[in-house]
């Protein structure tokens, strides 16, 4: 309903009093506002730490590339394995007792100690494990088991 001011004339009554009426502008009222504005800020402050979570991923890391053309060290298990206790360490016959030893020197100055592992077809489980242990205990990280597909020579 429009406001009664003593300004502006706009009827007389019956009474002859005269009645002014204004038009008030419409303000919204900024007080509320800025209160709900400010809990909604709190409650997003509050909550946006807890989100960060998310799920743990190892990242890789980036170093200085090394030559790409670092060779892939064999071990290769013989069928004579059974009575000289001798694997192959690329070409080089090499005895278990210091084929720890031998890896180490090796892989001394490698990023990747990775070691590709070859074997008879006649080598037992039992003996594929002792070579493995040995190559476990100088600090190899990675063994990768060589198979040739069916068919291939």
Known sequence: MPKVSPTEEVSTG???????????????????????????????????????????????????????????????????????????????????????????QTMDGKADKDVFLRGDGGVTLQELYEVLDRLKEAGIQKVGIVAKLPGER
Do not use: C, W
């Open 14 to 104: 019956r009474s002859g009093r005269i009645r002014r009426v204004s038009t008030s502008m419409a303000e919204i009222n900024v007080v509320p506002l800025v209160d709900v504005m400010l809990v909604l800020l709190i409650i997003f402050m509050v909550t946006a730490p807890m989100l960060q979570r998310g799920v743990e991923v190892n990242l890789p890391v980036a170093r200085r590339a090394q030559s790409i053309t670092d060779e892939r060290v064999f071990v290769t298990i013989p069928l004579a394995y059974r009575q000289n206790h001798k694997v192959r360490l690329g070409d080089e016959p090499v005895p278990l007792d210091v084929l720890a030893e031998r890896m180490r």
